[in-house]
């Protein structure tokens, strides 16, 4: 990443999809075609999986993001 890029941290979903993809929408900024922007490296830590309704789903979801966008996703 290049010394003008960023760096989004997304930490303790906890199961809940709604919040991921409110976070993916507001703070990294999904690009139209639903890919991270180029400028951006997205870090995943803490619980993405827990007590939430839909902690598969959010697996499923950050999984997608690597395979979609590479070494962006951490």
Request: proline share 4%.
């Amino acid at each position: 990443m290049s010394n003008n890029g960023r760096v989004v941290t997304i930490a303790d979903i906890g199961g809940h999809l709604d919040y991921l993809e409110y976070i993916l929408e507001k703070d990294v900024q999904l690009t139209p075609k639903g890919t991270i922007p180029k400028n951006t490296h997205l870090v995943v830590n803490g619980d993405i999986v827990h007590k939430g309704p839909d902690s598969e789903a959010c697996l499923d979801r950050v999984v997608e993001l690597q395979n979609q966008n590479g070494s962006q996703v951490t």
